[in-house]
Antibody, heavy 120, light 110 residues
């Protein structure tokens, strides 16, 4: 069964850190770029970060650059997002997303999402 | 990177066709043929409907079609069905390993 399952969400105080994980199953994890996309309550989608299939390159949205780190462990079929210096506007559902075949720049598999709430 | 512009809502009766627009700039929608569309049902993660402007993944009904003209992309849903009621998002590659999405359109089947 093809699925991405996020974990690690929760309620955290402003300025603190949180690490999200995403376990992949039923897919060739190591062959695809992986992304994090977030959705603030009642809002649209916002791209957060990408890591290439081999972990060799990582890129971030301006809104999280310098505060977030994306990483992956292909031996464990797991994607991570380390988030530091969290702010209220980081409150969102965070989706782990697989990039479709190379060169399509589209997202073909989405997780169910991890809820992150930043509040004092 | 600014979000792509979508109408907040759209509607149509069963059997009708409805088109949702997605306007960007020459740096994203207009600059690349990498526009995609997603359907999001309440409480669920998005589902890929269209990629590369007009390509459908296997399993997506041909009632869903995509097109692009200049800086504006469009998703057309033909033969509307009650199950099509959902939020729809466009997305585009924006160069330099950046992606941008639209604000979403809530489609109501009357």
């Amino acid at each position: 069964q093809v699925q991405l399952v996020e974990s690690g969400g929760g309620v955290v105080q402003p300025g603190r850190s949180l690490r999200l994980s995403c376990a992949a199953s039923g897919i060739t994890f190591s062959s695809h770029g992986m992304h994090w996309v977030r959705q603030a309550p009642g809002k649209g989608l916002e791209w957060v970060a990408v890591i290439w299939h081999d972990g060799g390159n990582k890129y971030y949205a301006e809104s999280v650059r310098g505060r977030c780190t994306i990483s992956r462990d292909n031996s464990k079929n797991t994607l991570y997002l380390q988030m530091n210096s969290l702010r209220a506007d980081d409150t969102a559902v965070y989706y782990c997303v697989r990039e479709a075949q190379l060169g399509t720049y589209a997202f073909d598999i989405w997780g169910q999402g991890a809820v992150v709430t930043v509040s004092s | 990177q600014s979000a792509l512009t979508q109408p907040p809502s759209a509607s149509g009766s069963p059997g009708q066709s409805v088109t949702i627009s997605c306007t960007g700039t020459s740096s994203d929608v207009g600059g690349y043929n990498y526009v995609s569309w997603y359907q999001q049902l309440p409480g669920k993660g998005p589902k890929l409907l269209i990629y590369e402007v007009s390509e459908r993944p296997s399993g997506v009904p041909d009632r869903f079609s995509g097109s692009k003209s200049g800086d504006t992309a469009s998703l057309t849903v033909s033969g509307l069905q009650a199950e099509d009621e959902a939020d729809y998002y466009c997305g585009s590659y924006a160069g330099s390993n950046n992606w941008v999405f639209g604000g979403g359109t809530k489609l109501t089947v009357l």
